[in-house]
């Protein structure tokens, strides 16, 4: 089945360390995204990457860094810059970017909380 | 500037009742406008999509949207609610000119039966 897979489903860290969320694609997608989602404020984009080696900061990138060394995979590193890191981030992935090519379908979602 | 805007956060309906989410957009260019579902602690599902054409889309799980240029609006409906639809709604909008989507704070459906 094509789709896209987020692991782990719960993590927990403490406080100061850094820790990666992996996003994989099997759907030959170009584009991928980082979502952070909190209560009420729906969803704001971290980091998105239109091809491979390439990406670009979305809204709230401070305290996230991001790599696109291959087509299908597009890792997510949480600082200990990150001020407030508890949160649940969505990884997304569409053909292109912008226009109909810009549909994007999401993964499962991995909850990251720090103690 | 760009900006989606779904004016409830949260509806209740009963169980057999119609349902319709509104969304409203800012957006200098021709939008492109998408629904999607979220159910707790999962992703989001794609319900239907607007590009061009018949501005009365048809999606899953029997929901339709339809885009009104004129109210800048594209207002999700199901005449029939069930139970398995209580979830997190999001309208967002997107362009041919930009490589985002802009997300809307969702709307959260309950369902009484």
Known sequence: ?115 | AQSVTQPDIHITVSEGASLELRCNYSYGATPYLFWYVQSPGQGLQLLLKYFSGDTLVQGIKGFEAEFKRSQSSFNLRKPSVHWSDAAEYFCAVGASNTDKLIFGTGTRLQVFP
């Not at chain 1, 971290?46 to 080696?53: G, H, R």
Request: hydrophobic residues 25%; contains cysteine; glycine residues 12%.
């Open chain 1, 1 to 115: 089945d094509g789709g896209i897979t987020q692991s782990p489903k719960y993590l927990f860290r403490k406080e100061g360390q850094n820790v990666t969320l992996s996003c994989e694609q099997n759907l030959n997608h170009d584009a991928m995204y980082w979502y952070r989602q909190d209560p009420g404020q729906g969803l704001r984009l971290i980091y998105y990457s239109q091809i491979v080696n390439d990406f670009q900061k979305g809204d709230i990138a401070e305290g996230y860094s991001v790599s696109r060394e291959k087509k299908e995979s597009f890792p997510l590193t949480v600082t200990s810059a990150q001020k407030n890191p508890t949160a649940f981030y969505l990884c997304a992935s569409s053909i292109g970017s912008g226009g109909p090519e810009g549909t994007q379908y999401f993964g499962p979602g991995t909850r990251l909380t720090v103690l």
